[in-house]
């Protein structure tokens, strides 16, 4: 008899009915929650803004080609210079940095004003950063092996915990999302030795931590549609009510979820999401390794770094642990194509070289030897190295002025050792853990002899460029890199040095950078002056 009532007083239609009208009002509701989340003001909420400039945006060149591109994303490849053992996963552990929040807006890729009086960055002065650094060694799995010190056991963090300061004007940290805005459809190369694989590495950490806020009410809708979605990951802690929403849908990772009390009272009660943009994808590398390229599909943007230590034509004879079974033949009067076939495609370059011009060496010129650097055992002319390098940089800078090249090139000096006690090969160590300041250590004079040939011919070379159109610039990292003698990875170029004799002789490196670490800074400086043009 009930079963009857209710149909004689709610027949089906009126039900039918009143099911579509509570449908409606629930996406009415979800399309205004849509709406209102994307009209959100960077005002309302002090999580969300960015620390950083306003978002800048360069015009879009050429898409360059690039040598032997795999169709597939490359895995890395085990260490260069030697084999070490894979540590456990959580060993050297670091607390992860707070990630990049943002939403984008309109005018996020507009340049600010230009400052009227140019800063000189490489004046200045190593100042306490307790934030430390933007990524760890845990955040960014493209650190190599010899380079990532506190996965190898190095117990000290102090030498994190510091920041560039110019005297005369404010330096900010890269901003990522920024940086890859304006390298929309571009192309960087780092042509150089392995202090350019460094610094590479450098670049590609802090570039793969951005993250963007995104409502959950936004995800749902994008999952839902199928809709194209750009990010390799969702971030969450919060893994089973997540799921309750995603059904049976995968996602990459699940790290990270952002209470929404964090970002204001209006929307106190729905949560938000953590999304990764992108990792570089390894797209080439040659058979040693030692030139590769990556890409951020998203963006259509490739950093490419090419090996090239002497930027001449050069004859290598050493092993994968740098050991030399004949001297280097060098032709003075031949540039290395392994860059120079490239040179127009890029649209930044940073040139660097140096250090690889201490070894003893052959010299040609016209396929004919000239002389020598420290060859005792061949009846050659003592040339010095200071022959060689001047005479191959002038080469290159001749090279780069009078190009066509319509894009940023800037040559890096190069930057000193802090071995004491001794050479890498001969028992040299550096075991500080904190800055030093100017004055202290002594710059040794190969490194000035050096130096001063590199200010004078590249000096030269940027009147020249000036004169021709060509947008040369000179990054002088020697000073505030001297000053760091604590970041290097020292004995902990290995896995656990120390872990079974606690007093072992191990090989030192104190030519390299710790990742985290100093060689950051480069790529802040570099940043701003590309904004400042």
Same mark, same amino acid.
Request: charged share 20%; proline share 8%; with cysteine.
């Given at each position: 008899?009930?079963?009857?009532?209710?149909?004689?007083?709610?027949?089906?239609? %009126?039900?039918?009915?009143?099911?579509?009208?509570?449908?409606?009002?629930?996406?009415?509701?979800?399309?205004?929650?849509?709406?209102?989340?994307?009209?959100?003001?960077?005002?309302?909420?002090?999580?969300?803004?960015?620390?950083?400039?306003?978002?800048?945006?360069?015009?879009?060149? %050429?898409?360059?080609?690039?040598?032997?591109?795999?169709?597939?994303?490359?895995?890395?490849?085990?260490?260069?210079?030697?084999?070490?053992?894979?540590?456990?996963?959580?060993?050297?552990?670091?607390?992860?940095?707070?990630?990049?929040?943002?939403?984008?807006?309109?005018?996020?890729?507009?340049?600010?004003?230009?400052?009227?009086?140019?800063?000189?960055?490489?004046?200045?002065?190593?100042?306490?950063?307790?934030?430390?650094?933007?990524?760890?060694?845990?955040?960014?799995?493209?650190?190599?092996?010899?380079?990532?010190?506190?996965?190898?056991?190095?117990?000290?963090?102090?030498?994190?915990?510091?920041?560039?300061?110019?005297?005369?004007?404010?330096?900010?940290?890269?901003?990522?999302? =920024?940086?890859?805005?304006?390298?929309?459809? /571009?192309?960087?190369?780092?042509?150089?030795?392995?202090?350019?694989?460094?610094?590479?590495?450098?670049?590609?950490?802090?570039?793969?931590?951005?993250?963007?806020?995104?409502?959950?009410?936004?995800?749902?809708?994008?999952?839902?549609? /199928?809709?194209?979605?750009?990010?390799?990951?969702?971030?969450?802690?919060?893994?089973? +009510?997540?799921?309750?929403?995603?059904?049976?849908?995968?996602?990459?990772?699940?790290?990270?979820?952002?209470?929404?009390?964090?970002?204001?009272?209006?929307?106190? %009660?729905?949560?938000?999401?953590?999304?990764?943009?992108?990792?570089?994808?390894?797209?080439?590398?040659?058979?040693?390794?030692?030139?590769?390229?990556?890409?951020?599909?998203?963006?259509?943007?490739?950093?490419?770094?090419?090996?090239?230590?002497?930027?001449?034509?050069?004859?290598?004879?050493?092993?994968?642990?740098?050991?030399?079974?004949?001297?280097?033949?060098?032709?003075?009067?031949?540039?290395?194509?392994?860059?120079?076939?490239?040179?127009?495609?890029?649209?930044?370059?940073?040139?660097?070289?140096? /250090?690889?011009?201490?070894?003893?060496?052959?010299?040609?010129?016209?396929?004919?030897?000239?002389?020598? %650097?420290?060859?005792?055992?061949?009846?050659?002319?003592?040339?010095?190295?200071?022959?060689?390098?001047?005479?191959?940089? /002038?080469?290159?800078?001749?090279?780069?002025?009078?190009?066509?090249?319509?894009?940023?090139?800037?040559?890096?000096?190069?930057?000193?050792?802090?071995?004491?006690?001794?050479?890498?090969?001969?028992?040299?160590?550096?075991?500080?853990?904190?800055?030093?300041?100017?004055?202290?250590?002594?710059?040794?004079?190969?490194?000035?002899?050096?130096?001063?040939?590199?200010?004078?011919?590249?000096?030269?070379?940027?009147?020249?460029?000036?004169?021709?159109?060509?947008?040369?610039?000179?990054?002088?990292?020697?000073?505030?890199?001297?000053? =760091?003698?604590?970041?290097?990875?020292?004995?902990?170029?290995?896995? +656990?040095?120390?872990?079974?004799?606690?007093?072992?002789?191990?090989?030192?490196?104190?030519?390299?950078?710790?990742?985290?670490?100093?060689?950051?800074?480069?790529?802040?400086?570099?940043?701003?002056?590309?904004?400042?043009?």
């Amino acid at each position: 008899m009930r079963t009857d009532y209710l149909k004689q007083n709610f027949p089906f239609t %009126h039900r039918n009915i009143f099911l579509k009208f509570l449908l409606t009002l629930f996406f009415l509701g979800l399309a205004f929650r849509i709406l209102f989340f994307h009209s959100l003001p960077s005002q309302i909420s002090p999580v969300l803004e960015s620390p950083f400039p306003q978002k800048a945006t360069l015009s879009e060149p %050429h898409n360059p080609p690039h040598t032997a591109a795999l169709s597939q994303p490359l895995s890395e490849p085990p260490p260069v210079l030697e084999r070490v053992p894979e540590p456990p996963p959580l060993l050297g552990r670091l607390p992860e940095p707070p990630p990049v929040l943002e939403f984008v807006s309109e005018t996020e890729d507009q340049l600010p004003p230009t400052e009227s009086e140019q800063c000189d960055y490489f004046n200045g002065d190593w100042v306490p950063n307790p934030s430390g650094p933007t990524y760890t060694n845990e955040s960014c799995d493209l650190i190599e092996t010899h380079q990532n010190c506190l996965k190898n056991g190095r117990p000290d963090r102090e030498f994190l915990y510091w920041r560039w300061a110019p005297r005369q004007c404010d330096l900010p940290q890269l901003d990522p999302k =920024r940086f890859l805005n304006m390298m929309r459809n /571009k192309a960087w190369a780092f042509i150089g030795d392995s202090i350019s694989r460094n610094h590479v590495q450098s670049l590609l950490c802090i570039l793969s931590q951005v993250c963007i806020a995104i409502s959950l009410v936004v995800l749902l809708l994008i999952i839902r549609s /199928k809709c194209c979605f750009p990010f390799c990951s969702i971030v969450s802690m919060r893994i089973r +009510q997540l799921s309750l929403h995603l059904n049976s849908y995968v996602l990459d990772q699940i790290l990270l979820l952002v209470p929404m009390s964090n970002l204001g009272v209006a929307y106190r %009660h729905e949560p938000i999401y953590l999304v990764r943009v992108e990792k570089p994808v390894l797209v080439y590398h040659d058979e040693e390794y030692r030139s590769k390229s990556w890409n951020f599909p998203s963006y259509d943007f490739r950093i490419s770094v090419i090996w090239s230590p002497f930027l001449v034509e050069a004859a290598i004879f050493e092993d994968i642990n740098g050991v030399s079974s004949s001297e280097v033949e060098l032709h003075l009067d031949k540039l290395d194509s392994k860059w120079t076939d490239q040179y127009l495609d890029f649209d930044y370059i940073i040139i660097s070289t140096g /250090k690889w011009f201490l070894k003893s060496a052959i010299y040609y010129e016209n396929d004919t030897i000239l002389g020598c %650097h420290s060859c005792p055992k061949r009846n050659l002319t003592e040339l010095g190295f200071n022959f060689a390098y001047r005479k191959a940089l /002038k080469f290159v800078m001749n090279f780069v002025v009078s190009s066509n090249h319509k894009g940023m090139v800037f040559f890096r000096t190069f930057t000193a050792d802090h071995f004491e006690n001794g050479e890498w090969f001969s028992g040299g160590t550096c075991n500080r853990t904190a800055p030093i300041k100017e004055g202290e250590m002594e710059r040794k004079y190969l490194n000035q002899m050096l130096r001063d040939i590199e200010l004078d011919e590249v000096g030269k070379a940027a009147s020249e460029a000036s004169k021709n159109g060509v947008n040369f610039k000179l990054v002088d990292f020697s000073a505030l890199s001297q000053l =760091r003698p604590d970041g290097h990875p020292g004995p902990y170029r290995q896995f +656990q040095p120390f872990a079974k004799d606690k007093k072992a002789k191990v090989q030192n490196d104190c030519l390299h950078w710790c990742l985290p670490g100093p060689i950051d800074t480069w790529n802040d400086i570099i940043m701003e002056m590309i904004v400042k043009g």
